[in-house]
């Protein structure tokens, strides 16, 4: 109730009650009362609104598991946010939640941004995060030596995935059409095992599982995205719903990751170490998935979110691409939001 109501309330209280012959005295102490009351249910109102979480959607990648830092050293706390990570198997299924309202932001790849499900408003790109950069790649059997030999093979790839970008992106690069190609709808960790048994002749992974698989069946890392100024591009992705509703808390959350990534340039071994303990991961092998990465600073984010930037043709080729393998069976969105506004304004204010 607002201050103007509830002093309507009390004149209101105080003429009825006169005719009642209540003396005044009492009426003073009864509204004393009655205003410190509302005055501590406003407060702690406001206290549990801007206590509320700001709810991210993640899933499990050194390119969004860098964020879990701003946790371990008191970022977000800085920064006035409290953030609270919700785990998804997949980017679909978070960006979908965020879709639905039930999510603030997710961290995902524009690749999934562009098939999510309708739902409440439109997709909106808040911040590049990283890019790929030879962390993610195709291992194929010994016997096969480069991308050429992989016509008419069977290559183990989750159809409307990133893993299916990754080899989409591959084929284009080397002129090869995806027809040629048999692709086996598997997910990383079965295509993995698949031709670790002999049973597919490539697999699309991503590291370290991508390193591992190449040694332990003494195969060939054919590709990386290191080859291609990759579309493999992951984002900060809200609704424009969502954004507007919680512009001032998605800046924060923008600031503090620029935060993050200012430690990973001045002192990437405290970063490496705190994230690596919290995920149960070496600091060795943590920094060794990170390297595979164009990480998202500001440098980075200047150049995607530029008027003729990377976003806009990316967004392009990546329709392109859905359009020329339409096996994986989804909807291409055009109306995902490429607006640098507010990415703009969280790096004017930025300041290490």
């Given at each position: 109730?607002?201050?103007?109501?509830?002093?309507?309330?009390?004149?209101?209280?105080?003429?009825?009650?006169?005719?009642?012959?209540?003396?005044?005295?009492?009426?003073?102490?009864?509204?004393?009362?009655?205003?410190?009351?509302?005055?501590?249910?406003?407060?702690?109102?406001?206290?549990?609104?801007?206590?509320?979480?700001?709810?991210?959607?993640?899933?499990s990648w050194v390119g969004f598991d860098i964020a879990l830092y701003a946790q371990t050293s008191h970022i977000f706390k800085q920064r006035g946010l409290e953030v609270?990570?919700?785990?998804?198997?997949?980017?679909?299924?978070?960006?979908?939640?965020?879709?639905?309202?039930?999510?603030?932001?997710?961290?995902?790849?524009?690749?999934?941004?562009?098939?999510?499900?309708?739902?409440?408003?439109?997709?909106?790109?808040?911040?590049?995060?990283?890019?790929?950069?030879?962390?993610?790649?195709?291992?194929?059997?010994?016997?096969?030596?480069?991308?050429?030999?992989?016509?008419?093979?069977?290559?183990?790839?989750?159809?409307?995935?990133?893993?299916?970008?990754?080899?989409?992106?591959?084929?284009?690069?080397?002129?090869?059409?995806?027809?040629?190609?048999?692709?086996?709808?598997?997910?990383?960790?079965?295509?993995?095992?698949?031709?670790?048994?002999?049973?597919?002749?490539?697999?699309?992974?991503?590291?370290?599982?991508?390193?591992?698989?190449?040694?332990?069946?003494?195969?060939?890392?054919?590709?990386?995205?290191?080859?291609?100024?990759?579309?493999?591009?992951?984002?900060?992705?809200?609704?424009?719903?969502?954004?507007?509703?919680?512009?001032?808390?998605?800046?924060?959350?923008?600031?503090?990751?620029?935060?993050?990534?200012?430690?990973?340039?001045?002192?990437?071994?405290?970063?490496?170490?705190?994230?690596?303990?919290?995920?149960?991961?070496?600091?060795?092998?943590?920094?060794?998935?990170?390297?595979?990465?164009?990480?998202?600073?500001?440098?980075?984010?200047?150049?995607?979110?530029?008027?003729?930037?990377?976003?806009?043709?990316?967004?392009?080729?990546?329709?392109?691409?859905?359009?020329?393998?339409?096996?994986?069976?989804?909807?291409?969105?055009?109306?995902?939001?490429?607006?640098?506004?507010?990415?703009?304004?969280?790096?004017?204010?930025?300041?290490?």
């Amino acid at each position: 109730m607002k201050v103007a109501q509830i002093i309507d309330t009390l004149s209101i209280w105080w003429k009825q009650n006169l005719r009642l012959g209540i003396k005044p005295a009492f009426f003073c102490l009864f509204a004393i009362a009655l205003s410190l009351t509302f005055a501590i249910n406003a407060c702690s109102f406001g206290q549990n609104q801007s206590l509320k979480p700001l709810r991210v959607g993640i899933t499990s990648w050194v390119g969004f598991d860098i964020a879990l830092y701003a946790q371990t050293s008191h970022i977000f706390k800085q920064r006035g946010l409290e953030v609270q990570f919700v785990r998804f198997d997949n980017q679909q299924d978070s960006s979908r939640a965020v879709m639905q309202g039930r999510l603030d932001a997710a961290f995902v790849s524009l690749w999934d941004v562009m098939q999510v499900d309708p739902g409440n408003g439109k997709p909106v790109v808040l911040i590049t995060t990283n890019i790929s950069a030879g962390a993610d790649g195709i291992v194929a059997k010994t016997a096969i030596k480069s991308l050429q030999d992989l016509r008419a093979k069977r290559v183990g790839a989750k159809l409307g995935t990133v893993n299916h970008l990754i080899l989409l992106e591959a084929l284009k690069a080397h002129q090869i059409k995806p027809s040629e190609v048999q692709i086996l709808d598997y997910s990383n960790e079965v295509a993995a095992q698949k031709i670790g048994t002999g049973e597919i002749d490539a697999a699309v992974l991503w590291e370290p599982m991508l390193g591992e698989t190449a040694k332990s069946i003494k195969g060939n890392v054919i590709y990386t995205t290191k080859q291609v100024d990759s579309l493999v591009i992951d984002i900060l992705m809200s609704s424009d719903n969502m954004m507007k509703a919680k512009k001032a808390k998605l800046k924060q959350f923008m600031l503090a990751w620029f935060d993050v990534m200012h430690a990973v340039e001045t002192q990437p071994t405290e970063v490496f170490n705190a994230v690596g303990k919290k995920l149960g991961q070496s600091s060795e092998s943590f920094a060794s998935d990170y390297a595979g990465l164009k990480k998202g600073d500001i440098t980075l984010n200047k150049r995607m979110f530029a008027a003729d930037g990377r976003l806009n043709s990316a967004k392009a080729e990546i329709v392109q691409l859905l359009q020329a393998d339409p096996r994986h069976g989804r909807v291409i969105r055009q109306d995902v939001e490429i607006d640098p506004t507010l990415v703009n304004e969280a790096m004017a204010e930025w300041k290490s």
